[in-house]
Nanobody
Framework: EVRLVQSGGGSAQAGGSLKLSCTASGLTFDESSMAWYRQRPGSQCEPLSIRERDGRTSYADSVKGRFVLSQDNAKTTVYLQMNSLKPEDTAMYYC?????????????????WGQGTQVTVSL
């Protein structure tokens, strides 16, 4: 059974930084695609960053230059370093093995999902 356990997040002021972690088990981590998404109330699940199986990483325009996806294969953990945070970054953030575009909801049944982490950015 694949499990994705998230940590990190919380509150920050605009311009600040936060780091999210997602520790995976039950899969071959370095051969798996991983992605970060977020969902604001009343909005779709937005893909933010994707790490492909070949190691290539891509970012949504909304976070490019501010967010960085990294990984530690020994810890089977993927991270999302979020810098220069803006109030519009306030959302629930999710990691997933599902690599796709916008979704109605950041949840299954396709792919595996972390439990979600709230990020709140204030002025």
């Amino acid at each position: 059974e694949v499990r994705l356990v998230q940590s990190g997040g919380g509150s920050a002021q605009a311009g600040g930084s936060l780091k999210l972690s997602c520790t995976a088990s039950g899969l071959t981590f370095d051969e798996s695609s991983m992605a970060w998404y977020r969902q604001r109330p009343g909005s779709q699940c937005e893909p933010l960053s994707i790490r492909e199986r070949d190691g290539r990483t891509s970012y949504a325009d909304s976070v490019k230059g501010r967010f960085v996806l990294s990984q530690d294969n020994a810890k089977t953990t993927v991270y999302l370093q979020m810098n220069s945070l803006k109030p519009e970054d306030t959302a629930m953030y999710y990691c997933s093995t599902r690599v796709t575009g916008y979704l109605y909801s950041c949840s299954g049944p396709l792919g595996d999902w972390g439990q979600g982490t709230q990020v709140t950015v204030s002025l």
